[in-house]
């Protein structure tokens, strides 16, 4: 199993960018999905969480600008990012509760995709 980020990049301020982060392998189901960013010498802090169900969360710092949601059918989520700032310039990580397949069984982990960068500048 793993999680595959993509779509961060080089934006000016005002601008908009999508992350994409697609889960692979034995999925038996996805449960929370997650966006996470840390910044150069910062701690990795939670920027959006989506349910399975499509119940979405937010800091503070990016509500009215960011969306998250997920396409189930193709166990993607993404992050829509609008009137970026130079302050959410960071690497974002993507996170998700799955259960997969594990010979007869199924297990539950937690498990993060690598990071993409995003960087907001003039």
């Known amino acids: 199993v793993q999680l595959q980020a993509s779509g961060g990049g080089l934006v000016q301020p005002g601008g908009s960018l999508r992350l994409s982060c697609a889960a692979s392998?034995?999925?038996?189901?996805?449960?929370?999905m997650r966006w996470y960013r840390q910044a150069p010498g910062k701690q990795r802090d939670l920027v959006a969480r989506i349910s399975s169900r499509g119940s979405a969360n937010y800091a503070d710092s990016v509500k009215g600008r960011f969306t998250i949601s997920r396409d189930n059918a193709k166990n993607t989520v993404y992050l829509q990012m609008n009137s970026l700032k130079p302050e959410d310039t960071a690497v974002y990580y993507c996170?998700?509760?799955?259960?997969?397949?594990?010979?007869?069984?199924?297990?539950?982990?937690?498990?993060w995709g690598q990071g993409t960068q995003v960087t907001v500048s003039s």
């Open positions: 996170n998700a509760d799955l259960t997969y397949y594990g010979g007869t069984s199924l297990y539950t982990e937690n498990y």
């Open positions: 392998g034995s999925i038996f189901s996805i449960h929370d």
